[in-house]
């Protein structure tokens, strides 16, 4: 079993930068395929990223590509989610999660929710005008 723990969110000016990131407990960390999701108020929880359990391999969403960045380090049993250029859209409960399967094949697999097997509890991001 793995939990998360996301940290790194807060209010932000458009166009400023913050880094997400994600602690997860137990020792089969670099196992997990992991993915950034986020759902603002009213909204369905949306993909955002998502990077293979060696890092080879990263799925953007469109609305994210060029300004997101995914990694991971696996050392340090942390995932993160770099995000420079933010705008007001990107207001949203930031959440990480863990894909057992280590690895997306597909950019479909990659953003649904259903493929994840462990959920962080969210870190709120504010992006003001």
């Known amino acids: 079993q793995v939990q998360l723990v996301e940290s790194g969110g807060g209010l932000v000016q458009a166009g400023g930068s913050l880094r997400l990131s994600c602690a997860a407990s137990?020792?089969?960390?670099?196992?997990?395929?992991m993915g950034w999701f986020r759902q603002a108020p009213g909204k369905e929880r949306e993909f955002v990223a998502a990077i293979s359990w060696s890092g080879a391999r990263t799925f953007y969403a469109d609305p994210v590509k060029g300004r997101f960045t995914i990694s991971r380090d696996n050392a340090k049993n942390t995932a993160y989610l770099q995000m420079n250029s933010l705008k007001p859209e990107d207001t949203a409960v930031y959440y990480c999660?863990?894909?057992?399967?280590?690895?997306?094949?597909?950019?479909?697999?990659?953003?649904?929710?259903?493929?994840?097997?462990?959920w962080g509890q969210g870190t709120q991001v504010t992006v003001s005008s």
């Open positions: 999660a863990a894909d057992a399967r280590g690895s997306h094949i597909t950019l479909a697999q990659a953003m649904a929710v259903m493929s994840y097997d462990y």
């Open positions: 137990g020792r089969t960390f670099s196992m997990y395929a």
